[in-house]
């Protein structure tokens, strides 16, 4: 009678376990221990064979850039600066795609230029004293309306919540300045992420100070067919909305509140590949 060969083979990966029966010393001989280590490492690499995660790289390849009308829409001064400082004037100036807005009184000429990322002026003294910009009570009133301490040009990010000394503008002179919420500036942690298989694809980002815009400029999407729609609508949200800039200028020991109010008048977005 013929016998069958049966394997004796056991599949790969499954691990095996024998329970010690009796002293047969022909069973003794063909049993084989199992160092622990070994038995560790199957079990480790069990583990890694039915855990494995799939990363999937979302990839970004659309850039939009967003484009915002800002006018001057109204200036409030103290109630008696018309006595002393005379009637207000307002100008439109275009010069080439930007919109420049000129403020003027008998003491001072501001030529505004509002972005969504800082509101740029040139300020000109066109008295026979000097005058003080006093930038521990200036403010930036966001669309909001929360209340922001600003920052203005030269002074370092590092240095934001300190006391910033007054600017002197001398008689019959002009000074060229900007201002912007002090909150939009923050510090961030630089991070790293590392290819466990690819080292070339290691990604690290340099920690330091940052500055966000206003309102937002730049956004980098997918290039999906709603996605255009979907960030115009968003972007949109922001006509009609207005931001205040509160300017106090000290001539002759009297502090003069000047509050510059500006609103989005329209967005203009546009795409680009990254």
């Known amino acids: ?10 599949p790969l990966g499954i691990l095996s376990f ?27 690499l069990l583990l890694l064979l039915t855990n494995c995660t799939s990363y999937t790289m979302v990839s970004y390849t659309m850039v939009y850039d967003i484009k915002y009308d800002i006018s001057l829409r109204m200036v409030e001064r103290p109630a008696d600066a ?5 009637e207000q004037m307002t100008t439109l100036i275009q010069e080439g795609d930007a919109l420049k807005y000129s403020f003027e ?18 300020l000109e003294n066109k008295t026979n004293h000097s005058i003080n910009i ?14 922001h301490r ?20 001398v008689k019959q002179t002009t ?34 100070w940052r500055k966000e815009p206003i309102f937002p400029t730049k956004i980098i999407g997918k290039d999906k067919n709603d996605e255009f729609q979907h960030i115009q609508a968003e972007v949109k949200k922001h006509i009609g ?31 680009r590949k990254l």
């Not at 510090?187 to 790293?192: A, K, R, T």
Request: glycine share 4%; net charge negative.
């Open 1 to 10: 009678m013929k016998q069958k060969n049966i394997s004796t083979k056991k």
């Open 18 to 44: 024998h329970c010690r029966r009796g002293t047969n010393a022909r069973d003794s001989a063909k049993r084989k221990e199992v160092h622990p280590f070994r038995l560790l490492l199957e079990l480790l």
């Open 82 to 86: 018309k006595t002393r400082y005379g």
């Open 105 to 122: 009184d008998e003491m001072v000429k501001i030529l505004w230029l509002p972005t969504a990322s800082d509101v740029n002026f040139i």
């Open 134 to 147: 006093i930038w521990d009570e200036a403010a930036f009133v966001d669309e909001e309306g929360q209340s």
């Open 150 to 169: 600003v920052m203005h040009s030269g002074v370092k990010y590092v240095d934001k919540d300190k006391p910033q000394p007054p600017s002197v503008v």
């Open 175 to 208: 000074l060229t300045d900007l201002v912007f919420p002090a909150d939009n500036v923050h510090f961030e942690e630089g991070w790293q992420k590392k290819s466990l298989f690819f080292p070339a694809d290691n990604i690290y980002v340099e920690g330091g």
């Open 241 to 271: 909305k207005s931001y205040q800039v509160l300017l106090p200028l000290q001539i002759e020991d009297v502090i003069n509140e000047y509050i510059f109010s500006f609103q989005v008048d329209d967005v203009k977005i546009s795409r």
